[in-house]
């Protein structure tokens, strides 16, 4: 069975950080890619970042670039989204999303008319509240 476990949400001040974790299991981590995902409080859940394991590609949605990275930790089939510069705008429920890619850049997983990341990943965790206060 597909398992994502978000954690390490929480409430910062603007211009603090967070890291969030997603730990995975049931499935071959290296044929993955993982998404990181938010929705806030009547808006549409958005892509924010991706990564695909096993060649290592990444993405991400302009609102991250620069201030948010992600990484995997193969061995213990996690990955982190490193938050820094938080935003009010920022805050909102991370969810992470498993898609498999067999090796395949991450680029396979954006919409080619926006650019933007496909929502329509196979497995998804729970989801973990991000609030930035001002």
């Known amino acids: 069975e597909v398992q994502l476990v978000e954690s390490g949400g929480g409430s910062v001040q603007a211009g603090g950080s967070l890291r969030l974790s997603c730990a995975t299991s049931?499935?071959?981590?290296?044929?993955?890619?993982i998404g990181w995902f938010r929705q806030a409080p009547g808006k549409e859940r958005e892509g924010v970042s991706c990564i695909s394991i096993s060649d290592g590609s990444t993405w991400y949605a302009d609102s991250a670039r620069g201030r948010f990275t992600i990484s995997s930790d193969n061995a213990k089939n996690t990955v982190y989204l490193k938050m820094n510069s938080l935003k009010p705008e920022d805050t909102a429920v991370y969810y992470c999303?498993?898609?498999?890619?067999?090796?395949?850049?991450?680029?396979?997983?954006?919409?080619?008319?926006?650019?933007?990341?496909?929502?329509?990943?196979?497995?998804w965790g729970q989801g973990t509240q991000v609030t930035v206060s001002s």
């Open positions: 049931g499935f071959t981590f290296d044929d993955y890619a």
């Open positions: 999303a498993a898609d498999p890619t067999f090796g395949a850049d991450v680029l396979l997983l954006l919409r080619p008319d926006t650019g933007e990341l496909k929502d329509d990943f196979g497995s």
